[in-house]
């Protein structure tokens, strides 16, 4: 399950680390609600957490998948916790990477205090493109990805390669809107299935603390810390990210 909101899952493919992984297992990945492949909604639909959960459901159940390994990538690790929480029947393992709180005012965020000059010049960069929202939005978009690395020559790389991540902001805005008081500590105590956390140790968008209060919130859960990554290690360290994955969905 992708982060944004708003994204399509694209971001999560600039490396072909999920291309290793798939060589021995199913991986599926699909476009949240009002993006990317996944457009075709009636007028008014809704982007509240209990419609994004019945979207990954219909997904399972058309996949015929009883049971399945579920990934949540940033944001996409709010949906993975609300799911598990309505369909715990289904989920075998969770894994929450670089996982937004399980509440918004939960997330630690670092991001202005460390890049003051990148805040600086997005503010103005917006303050230039005026009424148009939707390119001051894609612009603050990209100007995002540049404080998300620890890597600056990864953060280059990346994003050379990124292109239009098929960003909808109008999508963004109405999930934070409908997700903004939503709040699944409580859920936490109650996942009773093996639990992976993983956290960039120099993500200052959503910082390690709010990983390691998931961790001891989840009975058992495990968190490993990735040394030289910030908010993508699957990107800036692939090769430890697919080891400790493989390690933990192998386990019996």
């Not at 694209?10 to 991986?27: I, P, S």
């Amino acid at each position: 399950m992708n982060g944004g909101p708003g994204l399509t899952h694209a971001y999560m493919l600039m490396n072909d680390m999920w291309q290793q992984v798939a060589r021995t297992r199913l991986v599926v990945f699909y476009d949240p609600r009002g993006t990317g492949a996944s457009k075709h909604l009636q007028p008014g639909a809704e982007q509240t957490m209990d419609a994004q959960v019945a979207d990954l459901e219909a997904v399972r159940a058309a996949l015929g998948l009883d049971k399945f390994a579920l990934l949540g990538d940033s944001y996409g690790g709010l949906v993975a916790m609300a799911y598990a929480a309505a369909h715990p029947e289904h989920v075998s393992k969770l894994v929450l990477s670089d996982s937004a709180a399980p509440a918004w005012k939960l997330i630690v965020h670092l991001l202005p205090q460390a890049f003051p000059d990148i805040e600086e010049q997005n503010e103005a960069e917006e303050k230039k493109l005026g009424g148009n929202t939707d390119a001051a939005a894609r612009a603050s978009l990209r100007n995002h990805f540049r404080m998300i690395f620890y890597s600056p020559a990864k953060r280059d790389a990346y994003m050379a390669r990124m292109g239009d991540l098929g960003y909808e902001p109008a999508v963004a805005e109405a999930v934070f809107k409908a997700t903004e008081n939503l709040d699944l500590s409580s859920k936490l105590p109650g996942f009773h299935f093996p639990t992976l956390v993983i956290t960039g140790r120099y993500d200052l968008n959503v910082a390690p603390l709010t990983a390691w209060n998931m961790a001891h919130a989840i009975p058992g859960a495990r968190i490993v810390f990735f040394e030289q990554s910030g908010h993508l290690p699957s990107y800036e360290e692939p090769e430890k990210y697919r080891a400790v994955l493989e390690e933990f969905l192998n386990e019996r």
